[in-house]
C-alpha cells in the first residue's frame, strides 16, 4: 500500500522583532526565517480503521492524539471529509522544546503527506491557513527557505536562498516556555529592534556577512536574561570565529553561523565536549521549497 516518507527540516530565526500584541494575546512580529538541513523523518501510511494512531521513538513525547503531527492528520481528515484511518511514524532528531520549530516542521510535513496520500491537491495556501490553525510556525514550515514572516507568522514573504553556509546549533538542557517568554516582554524594559528591511535587503543581495551583521531578537531579553548559559554560548561561538551567534525563536536553542569549515568544526568539536550544551548540530541552510505535488 501507498506511504508518504518525508524529511522535515527545523528552522532558525536570523530575526525576530515583535511589532505589536494581538487582542487574544498573540504578537505580531516580523522575522526573517531560515529552514535548515536538521530533521525529523516523518512517514503517513493508510489505515482501514478510521482515526489517527502513531509511534514516536522518543518515549517522553506523547504519541496520542496531542501530538502536532496527530493533530494536524486529524484536522485535515476532517476538513476534507476523510473517512480511512492513517498511521504516523515519527523519528525524531530535532531536540523538543528547543525554538528549532521541531513539532511544527512535523505538523506541516503531515499536512503535505495527507496531501499527497489522498490525492487532495490543496494548494501551499491552503496547507499553510490550515497549519496556522495549529500554531504560528507551521505556515513557514509548510513552505521553507528562507522568507521574511509577518502577521503571528503566517504571511510569508519569500527571500532568495541564504549563501551556503555552516550554521552550528547548540541547545542548552533548559526548558523554556514559548507563550511565558512572549507574555514576560511585557515586564522588560531594554529591547533592542532589529533592522528588519536591511536584513531583508542583505538577503535579497545574497550578502551572508550583511544578513548576520543584522541579525536580531528580541526574544533574547528574556531568556538570555533569565539563563546565562545562553550568554556563554553565544559568547563561545563568537570567540571561535561565527560571523554571528543568536538564539532562535524564544529558546532556549543558540545558533553561530560560520563561513569557514574548520572554525565551525573546532567549535562543534569543543561545544560537544564541554557541559553547556546537551545537543550540538553542525548543519546547513535548507534551500528547496516544498513540492506539494511530488
Ligand atoms: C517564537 C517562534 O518560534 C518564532 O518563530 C514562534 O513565534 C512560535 O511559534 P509556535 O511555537 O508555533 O507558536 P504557537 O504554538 O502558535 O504559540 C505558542 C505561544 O507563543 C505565543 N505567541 C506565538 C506566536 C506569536 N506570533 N505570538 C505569540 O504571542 C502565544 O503566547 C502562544 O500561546
Ligand atoms: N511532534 C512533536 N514534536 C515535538 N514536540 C511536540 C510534538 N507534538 C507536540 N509536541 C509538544 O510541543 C512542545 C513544543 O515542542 P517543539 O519541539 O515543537 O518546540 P519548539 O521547537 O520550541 O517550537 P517553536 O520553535 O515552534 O516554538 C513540547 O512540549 C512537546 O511536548
Not at 56 to 82: F, H, K, S, W
Request: glycine share 8%; aromatic share 4%.
Amino acid at each position: 500500500m501507498r506511504r508518504i516518507n518525508l524529511r522535515t527540516m527545523a528552522k532558525i530565526n536570523l530575526s525576530l522583532d515583535v511589532v505589536g500584541t494581538r487582542p487574544d494575546g498573540y504578537h505580531d512580529l516580523r522575522m526573517v526565517m531560515q529552514s535548515v538541513r536538521l530533521s525529523d523523518q516523518v512517514t503517513v501510511s493508510p489505515t482501514r480503521a478510521p482515526g489517527v494512531r502513531m509511534k514516536t521513538n522518543l518515549r517522553y513525547l506523547p504519541a496520542d492524539q496531542t501530538n502536532l503531527a496527530a493533530r494536524a492528520a486529524a484536522l485535515v481528515m476532517e476538513e476534507c471529509g476523510i473517512r480511512d484511518g492513517v498511521f504516523i511514524n515519527l523519528e525524531k532528531h530535532i531536540p523538543v522544546a528547543a525554538g528549532l520549530a521541531g513539532g511544527s516542521s512535523d505538523a506541516a510535513a503531515v499536512l503535505v503527506a495527507m496531501n499527497l496520500l489522498f490525492g487532495l491537491r490543496l494548494p501551499q495556501e491552503k496547507l499553510r491557513e490550515m497549519g496556522k490553525r495549529l500554531g504560528a510556525d507551521i505556515p513557514f514550515c509548510v513552505m521553507r527557505g528562507t522568507a521574511l514572516a509577518e502577521g503571528i507568522g503566517e504571511i510569508l514573504t519569500p527571500l532568495p536562498a541564504l549563501p551556503d553556509c555552516r550554521i552550528l546549533i547548540a541547545k542548552p538542557d533548559i526548558h523554556v516556555s514559548t507563550k511565558a517568554v512572549f507574555e514576560a516582554l511585557h515586564m522588560t524594559a531594554d529591547i533592542r529592534h532589529p533592522d528588519t528591511d536591511a536584513q531583508v535587503q542583505a538577503a535579497q543581495n545574497r550578502d551572508l556577512a550583511g544578513v548576520c551583521s543584522l541579525c536580531g531578537n528580541v526574544l533574547e531579553s528574556v531568556t538570555e536574561v533569565r539563563y546565562p548559559v545562553i550568554s556563554r554560548i553565544k559568547s563561545f561561538m563568537q570567540q571561535q570565529g561565527a560571523l554571528v551567534s543568536m538564539m532562535s525563536g524564544s529558546g532556549p536553542s543558540v545558533f553561530g553561523i560560520y563561513d569557514d569549515d574548520r572554525k565551525a568544526e573546532a567549535a562543534r568539536d569543543a561545544l560537544a565536549r564541554g557541559t553547556d550544551a546537551s545537543f550540538v548540530c553542525l548543519t546547513r541552510p535548507y534551500n528547496r521549497r516544498t513540492e506539494i505535488y511530488d
